[in-house]
């Protein structure tokens, strides 16, 4: 499951930072801290990997719109 926006990556990126030991999870706050309750290494794995391009700052905001190729004639 790709993350949804920037932030969530992020959130996702700091839990599982945490899941592998390598940050304190006393440092994990509001959505970084449920992500690491409830889910798994590989599942923060695939939030972490999406691909940063197209995603909007926060969830709210909307996706950019994919330009389209010119057609031939």
Same mark, same amino acid.
Not at 24 to 37: D, P, T
Not at 39 to 68: N, V, Y
């Given at each position: 499951?790709?993350?949804?926006?920037?932030?969530?990556?992020?959130?996702? &990126?700091?839990?599982? %930072?945490?899941? $592998? &030991?390598?940050?304190?999870? =006393?440092?994990? *706050? &509001?959505?970084?801290?449920?992500?690491?309750? =409830?889910?798994? !290494?590989? *599942?923060?794995? !695939?939030?972490?990997?999406?691909?940063?391009?197209?995603?909007? !700052?926060?969830? @709210? !905001?909307? $996706?950019?719109?994919?330009? @389209?190729?010119?057609?031939? %004639?």
């Amino acid at each position: 499951m790709p993350a949804k926006s920037k932030a969530q990556q992020e959130a996702a &990126g700091a839990a599982l %930072s945490a899941k $592998r &030991g390598e940050t304190s999870k =006393s440092q994990l *706050q &509001g959505a970084s801290r449920e992500m690491y309750k =409830s889910m798994s !290494e590989k *599942q923060l794995e !695939e939030f972490t990997h999406t691909k940063r391009k197209r995603l909007p !700052e926060h969830a @709210s !905001e909307k $996706r950019a719109p994919r330009k @389209s190729k010119p057609t031939k %004639s």
